[in-house]
């Protein structure tokens, strides 16, 4: 731990992100998303409203979709972390929301693919109602949910 001038305690963590060890030093109430962005230069979780209602900024801890403005990043270590950038084009979800043009602007594209991949691994399976329900955590402004649907069920029924 150190200190500042201003008082402000600080601490390093070690981060395992898309399967690289990263080292941060953070204040005990900065956010995933602040660490992510501002300290590892991974600027595809989206900075939307800060208070987990829109989803923009996801990512998925340990296999589960986070909205990384809600989990601070003292809680991270020890967990696997993955972005969009950790996909690196290859998930399936990637080319079936091109494919399906399940976007519009692409603000919320990367919060929903985070989703979205988390769904196709842990319920390969999954009914139109769960999927809906997995959905309903992200928000898209430009209204690209039929697309997303698509996408969605393109991946599902190849499982």
């Excluded at 660490?35 to 801890?61: H, M």
């Excluded at 270590?77 to 993955?82: A, D, W």
């Amino acid at each position: 731990m150190s200190g500042s001038g201003s008082g402000t305690i600080k601490s390093e963590i070690e981060l395992v992100v898309n399967d690289k060890r990263h080292h941060a030093v953070i204040r005990s109430a900065d956010t995933l998303l602040r660490v992510l962005r501002e300290q590892l230069g991974l600027t595809g979780a989206k900075e939307g409203c800060e208070n987990g209602d829109c989803g923009a900024c996801t990512v998925n801890v340990d296999g589960v979709p986070i909205k990384s403005c809600l989990m601070l990043a003292i809680e991270a270590p020890g967990c696997s972390i993955t972005t969009i950038e950790g996909l690196g084009g290859d998930a399936p979800i990637q080319k079936a929301f091109v494919e399906q043009f399940a976007f519009q602007c692409g603000f919320c594209t990367p919060g929903y693919i985070m989703v979205a991949h988390a769904l196709t691994k842990q319920c390969p399976h999954a009914s139109e109602d769960v999927m809906q329900r997995w959905l309903q955590s992200n928000i898209c402004r430009c209204t690209s949910y039929e697309e997303i649907g698509k996408a969605v069920r393109s991946v599902l029924s190849q499982k």
